[in-house]
Structures are given as structure tokens and as C-alpha cells.
């Protein structure tokens, strides 16, 4: 093994450590000693790989956004859509946090209490992407499909990050016992029926 993989497989043990940390450790703050002692390394040891615990959260929310938008890409070229395209999406990120406990904390803000303002911020953008996202699917509709919202494009994809960022906070407020999956596609359907004109 070569040293530059001993490095990256380092900065990955300490990322997959504090994403477990912050899935099991509901109510206590990660701590860089907390985290140095369940990666078994010094503090010093963890700040030779990531000068501070920002850039350790800012490395798990880049996970979060290569892994959503890349899966995100992929849906925008398999489904034809707007309902299929919109449904995907939602369902993708309820899933991703049902898998992804720790990241599903980040996304709620609940495991940022305290951190860099900076870190906050790039969660809003990642949301705010994705409602970009949706619009642009809402807006194709139009075009492609002769389906208009009932109401502006704006307001329908708002409403439809609006039902899964609810769905995620309850998931991690009830400790994780209140799947954001289970019963969404009925949910969805729900919201859809006098979605479009």
C-alpha cells in the first residue's frame, strides 16, 4: 500500500467514524477528541488529515451532494416523466437519509448546532439545488408533456421539498423509529392528484 492510499484510506476511517458517531450519539456534541478516541489516534493525528472539524463536515457534505446529484443525473436520464423524474428524486432523498442516518442529521441541521455558519449555508445551497432541480423538471412538463402546475412553479417545487425536509426531521427526531419512506408513495400520490392542469 502505497502512502497516498494509507492517507485516504485514513481520511475515510475518520469520515465513516464521525458519520457513525452522529448516528448513534443523538444528543451529544462530536467532539475532535470524541472522534480521535473512536477513530484510536491522537487529535493531532486527526488534524494531519482535516485542519479542522468544518472541513470534516464540509468532506461528508460533498459526499452527500456527489452522491445525490450524480443519482439525480441519472434519474433525468432514465425517467420520461415529470411525476416519474419528481417522484424519483423525492423518494431518493427520503432514502438516502433512511440508509444514511448520520448524513440525515447534517441535512436537518440537527448535527450542525453550534458549527460554522459556512456549514449551515452549504446545506441550504445543496437544498436549494435540488429545488432548482425540480423546477426545471416542473417547467419541461409544460413543454414536453402539456402539464402545467396549478400553482406557479416556484410554489409547487417549494411545496414538494417542503413534504420530504418535514419527512427527514421527523425521522431524526423520533430517533430514527419514523422511516421517511414508509407510506411516501401514497403521500405522493396524494400531493399529486390536482398537482397539474
Not at 461528508?60 to 415529470?82: G, H, M, N, P, Y
Not at 419528481?86 to 444514511?100: Q, S, T
Not at 412538463?141 to 419527512?167: K, Q, Y
Request: glycine share 8%; hydrophobic share 40%.
Amino acid at each position: 500500500m502505497t502512502v497516498t492510499e494509507q492517507k485516504i484510506s485514513r481520511k475515510q476511517h475518520i469520515l465513516q467514524a464521525l458519520a457513525g458517531m452522529l448516528e448513534q450519539d443523538l444528543e451529544g456534541r462530536i467532539t475532535t477528541a470524541k472522534l480521535a478516541q473512536e477513530v484510536g489516534v491522537s487529535e493531532a493525528a486527526l488534524y494531519r488529515h482535516f485542519p479542522s472539524k468544518t472541513k470534516m463536515f464540509e468532506a461528508l457534505i460533498e459526499f452527500i451532494e456527489t452522491t445525490v446529484f450524480e443519482r439525480i443525473s441519472k434519474i433525468i436520464k432514465d425517467q420520461t416523466t415529470a411525476l416519474e423524474r419528481c417522484d424519483a428524486i423525492l423518494f431518493l432523498l427520503l432514502g438516502f437519509c433512511e440508509r444514511n442516518p448520520g448524513m440525515a442529521r447534517i441535512l436537518v441541521g440537527d448535527a450542525l448546532a453550534g458549527e460554522n455558519a459556512k456549514l449551515h449555508a452549504r446545506v441550504v445551497k445543496f437544498f436549494e439545488r435540488v429545488e432548482t432541480q425540480i423546477k426545471q423538471i416542473l417547467r419541461e412538463a409544460e413543454l414536453r408533456e402539456g402539464l402545467r402546475p396549478t400553482l406557479t412553479v416556484t410554489e409547487g417545487a417549494n411545496l414538494l421539498i417542503s413534504c420530504v425536509e418535514g419527512r427527514m426531521g421527523q425521522f431524526v427526531r423520533s430517533g430514527y423509529r419514523r422511516s421517511p419512506t414508509e407510506g411516501w408513495r401514497d403521500q405522493y400520490q396524494f400531493l399529486m392528484t390536482g398537482f397539474f392542469r
